[in-house]
């Protein structure tokens, strides 16, 4: 298991993580995840690849702390499953798949393909991480009443695949009218019965 920021060597200086973090970070977004290695990090944030190999156990763990920093703040979850805050928390999501953090996403998980570490970083510190807050999110909305009881799973696969689908084959692009069409349907399916169906725009400013 990858270890995260925090658990390796002796305490780190404050300024030293977040030169290294946005060095790796600004590597990411303007040369391209092959560029972002322990050497070149290093170089940029003025520290030794002793220190960086002190506080991380390998590169993929330093490249995903960096993108975790950002990502955690630009794709956060809808607070509460109705259609308005799906929608919103979506289209901001295809908004920002359409800058940095959409090309770091498509190069971590080509990369995943043939290096491991970064398929498991990926995994444990990006998606099954989220995946945690986003399974407390859908079973309040089924205590609530919102959406009709299902494997949580399921759920989150549902509503955010096809995004991702959209970001990796880049057969359709990623707009507000296919986001709001997408959330109308996963919410009617999910709708519990007698409540109705809702209609494309309806409650979707």
């Known amino acids: 298991m990858t270890q995260s920021a925090g658990t390796r060597g002796r305490k780190r200086s404050a300024a030293a993580e977040n030169a290294v973090l946005a060095a790796a970070y600004d590597l990411l977004a303007t040369e391209g995840l092959q560029a972002a290695t322990v050497e070149a990090i290093a170089q940029r944030a003025k520290v030794s ?10 590169r993929a763990a330093v490249i995903m702390s960096a993108f975790l920093r950002e990502a955690s703040n630009a794709l956060p979850y809808p ?4 259609m308005t805050s799906v929608f919103d928390r979506l289209h901001r999501m295809a ?13 971590l998980i080509a990369e995943g393909q043939s290096d491991p570490e970064i398929a498991q970083a990926f995994r444990e510190g990006y998606v099954l991480a989220r995946r945690q807050q986003g399974a407390e999110i859908v079973h309040a909305a089924i205590a609530a009443g919102l959406i009709r009881e299902a494997d949580p799973d399921v759920i989150l696969d ?3 695949a096809p995004l991702y689908y959209r970001l ?7 707009t507000a009218e296919f ?10 399916g999910l709708t519990p019965r007698g409540n109705g169906e809702r209609r494309p725009g309806n409650d979707i400013r």
């Open 49 to 58: 690849k002793a220190t960086i190999y002190k506080w991380w156990p390998n």
């Open 79 to 82: 607070e509460q499953l109705d």
């Open 95 to 107: 908004e920002e798949f359409h800058g940095p953090i959409g090309n770091m996403v498509r190069a």
């Open 158 to 160: 549902m509503l955010y």
């Open 168 to 174: 990796l084959v880049g057969h359709q692009p990623l």
């Open 179 to 188: 986001i709001r069409e997408h959330v109308t349907l996963a919410l009617n």
